[in-house]
């Protein structure tokens, strides 16, 4: 009992200053945003240093997930142009160089883990913001649209919720048991129902897109969350750990609370670009 209440406080708290920073402005979006990337490459790096060999240089690929997302919100937002990414390359390039110079036991395996922890990471959290700025044609400017992102977590937290109500009442057929033994498919399509049971629900109030568009958009974030779900389950599993931190009581770490949009971010921008050409 002591654990659930734990649980659930920190999950009351976690939901309501996403959705409270991503609603209330732009900065504060991006603030927060540019935090957790940080926060989740770290705990990323944390992660692979335990293997054997490896060495990554944490601070640095934390800083650098948090500067790729605040230079992608200001390339979104016209505020500069290409110019913001040269520090950032400026960093991985000295990322690379330097393992010539510190004589590790694996630069191969250090080089790999950092451009794993931006391509994997950091870039799927930079891409939040090709989802929250967009151009206005009638004001002819570019417009912050909570809407958009916002639905990508309440779509995910939906799916997750209801694939743990449904797998735990009828979940028998395992979904993929060689990575994550305790998934269902009766799970699985039960959270699915209930997330793009959902998107009605955002058709009705935010008509930014038709209901058929609303119901891509929910069902992309379903199928491809859960694969991001068990892209982390397969990396923790290859480390042999449980959780990728305890920052969060009672939910693990970052990572844990966020796998789901690394893969399924990505594939939102591309079905949100797909759909633009049908318009």
């Not at 640095?60 to 110019?83: N, Q």
């Not at 916002?150 to 694939?163: I, K």
């Not at 969350?225 to 770490?253: A, C, N, V």
């Amino acid at each position: 009992m002591k654990n659930f209440i734990i649980r659930a406080i920190t999950g009351i708290l976690f939901v309501t200053i996403v959705i409270g920073c991503i609603l209330y402005h732009p900065l504060s979006f991006g603030f927060l945003f540019a935090i957790i990337a940080g926060l989740c490459v770290f705990e990323f790096a944390t992660l692979v240093n335990k293997s054997e060999g490896v060495n990554i240089n944490r601070i640095m690929v934390s800083l650098g997930a948090g500067y790729l997302f605040l230079a992608f919100m200001g390339f979104c937002m016209d505020i500069s142009d290409f110019s913001l990414f040269i520090p950032y390359l400026a960093l991985l390039i000295y990322l690379i160089v330097s393992e010539l110079y510190l004589k590790r036991e694996n630069p191969v395996h250090n080089w790999a883990y950092t451009m794993l922890s931006q391509m994997y990471v950091a870039l799927p959290f930079a891409l939040l913001n090709i989802l929250a700025f967009q151009f206005d044609k009638v004001e002819n400017s570019i417009e912050y649209n909570a809407i958009l992102p916002l639905s990508v977590f309440v779509f995910t937290w939906l799916n997750d919720t209801g694939a743990y109500c449904v797998g735990v009442l009828f979940g028998k057929h395992r979904l993929f048991e060689r990575i994550s033994p305790k998934k269902s498919w009766e799970g699985s399509i039960g959270g699915g129902v209930v997330a793009i049971a959902s998107s009605f629900a955002f058709a009705h109030y935010f008509p930014v897109m038709s209901t058929i568009e609303w119901i891509g958009l929910a069902a992309v974030i379903v199928v491809f969350g859960t694969w991001g779900d068990l892209t982390e389950s397969l990396f923790k599993r290859h480390l042999g750990i449980k959780d990728s931190g305890s920052i969060l009581p009672g939910h693990g770490g970052m990572l844990d609370r966020f796998d789901s949009i690394l893969i399924a971010v990505p594939a939102a921008v591309v079905y949100l670009f797909a759909i633009s050409f049908f318009r």
